[in-house]
């Protein structure tokens, strides 16, 4: 099937990437945030993921010294969440990582924290808690596996669906892929039934072939992203979809190029599309369909350059967020100023290489749950 036609090609991209200005960003972000990111508190893991997977694809990891990296490192690990049978809830059994210190555990790695009411793991920070450990070159030797993956098999919900934490949330796609980036950074797939999942996807792609969050949702690039990452990871894709939903979902996918990519029909291109689109159609092997030009245009025009970073739309404020996908956009359509990422996982192919090194040189994880 070919894709369809599209007019008035871009020629050539009349910005450039200015990787200066996006490494001070990201540097930034690494050491202070504005007031405007206070509400973000509970997700500084998320935030600190964006800031050093987007220097990895810069090539600019080395910016930060050694002893801020082990700082970062040291950091992450302080917030995971350890089992503990006194705690008066969330942490009883299950581990994983919280999203940053806001319960206000004392910063203390030599010491296993008191249970803390309230104190559990979210499956979203404890994916990207281990992305940004293997970033940093850590062998998550200090990581419980395998309390990490009894959460994880705790979270999973009858509908094949999971939530983001033990003590009970919403349930959709973005926590659905998370678990499955977990178990594959983990190297164990015991804890997810993998059918009942590839039958919550099934259920959720659309008659436009586009998938939602949930059943009779409404397609949106992010979940679709989501469903297809995961289904990839679990090696499950061509089992799951018939060649014609693969098909259609290439052509829902293709359709939502404007310039950049909106993230549903009738809606403005916002740069984050760019790379959730633009990764699945990658992981769908049609990446070729892309208008490149128009892409990297769109995606180029987004960034800041006073101050660096990228927005969502031209002439708006960078945040963390957009500023990371933005680069993974730009990476996923060769841009050989930046590293080449991982369309699946999200972060770059040399930390894919290490984890798979990992996963060579560490036995798999063998426990009954």
């Known amino acids: 099937m070919e894709p369809p036609a599209m007019e008035n090609k871009a020629s050539e991209p009349e910005a450039k990437l200015l990787v200066k200005q ?35 694809l810069l090539g600019a990891l080395d910016s930060v010294s050694q002893e801020e990296k082990q700082d970062i490192v040291e950091w992450v690990y302080a917030q995971q969440v350890l089992p503990d049978k006194g705690c008066p809830g969330g942490s009883s059994d299950v581990g994983g990582f919280r999203g940053a210190s806001f319960l206000g555990m004392p910063f203390d790695l030599t010491k296993r924290s ?9 499956v979203a920070m404890t994916y990207t808690a281990l992305a940004t450990l293997l970033i940093l070159g850590d062998d998550l030797s200090r990581v419980d596996k395998r309390s990490v ?14 939530a983001a934490t033990a003590l009970g949330s919403e349930s959709d796609m973005r ?31 659309n008659y436009d072939y586009g998938i939602g969050q949930r059943p009779y949702l409404e397609a949106h690039g992010g979940s679709t992203f989501c469903a297809l ?47 959730w689109i633009g990764a ?5 092997e049609c990446a070729s369909w892309v208008d490149k030009l128009w892409n990297t245009s769109f995606i180029l025009s987004t960034q800041s350059k006073h101050v660096g970073g990228f927005a969502k739309w031209p002439d708006t404020h960078p945040d963390p967020l957009h500023t990371y996908l933005g680069l993974s956009a730009l990476s ?5 100023e930046l590293h080449p990422v991982h369309a699946a996982l999200n972060v770059s192919q040399r930390t894919v290489q290490w984890l798979h090194h990992l996963h060579t040189t560490t036995p798999p994880h063998s426990h009954s749950m």
């Not at 993956?149 to 999971?162: H, N, P, R």
């Not at 699945?280 to 769908?284: G, R």
């Not at 996923?332 to 050989?336: E, F, N, T, V």
């Open 22 to 56: 996006h490494i001070r960003f990201l540097k930034r972000t690494l050491g202070i945030l504005p007031s405007s990111c206070e509400s973000l508190d509970t997700n500084r893991m998320t935030l600190l993921f964006f800031a050093v997977s987007g220097l990895d």
């Open 114 to 122: 008191a249970g803390v009411c309230n104190d559990c793991s979210h």
């Open 149 to 162: 993956l009894q959460g994880i098999k705790k979270l999973q919900l009858a509908d094949g669906s999971f």
């Open 175 to 205: 926590f659905v892929y998370c678990a499955c980036c977990v178990c594959y950074m983990l190297n164990d797939w015991s804890p997810i039934d993998q059918d009942r999942v590839a039958q919550f996807i099934l259920k959720c792609q």
């Open 229 to 275: 990452a995961s289904l990839v990871l679990m090696g499950r894709l061509h089992t799951t979809f018939s060649p014609a939903r693969v098909e259609g979902l290439k052509l829902w996918c293709i359709r939502r190029q404007q310039t950049g990519f909106q993230g549903r029909p009738n809606k403005p291109t916002d740069t984050c599309y760019s790379f």
């Open 280 to 284: 699945t159609l990658h992981l769908l």
């Open 332 to 336: 996923l359509s060769g841009d050989l």
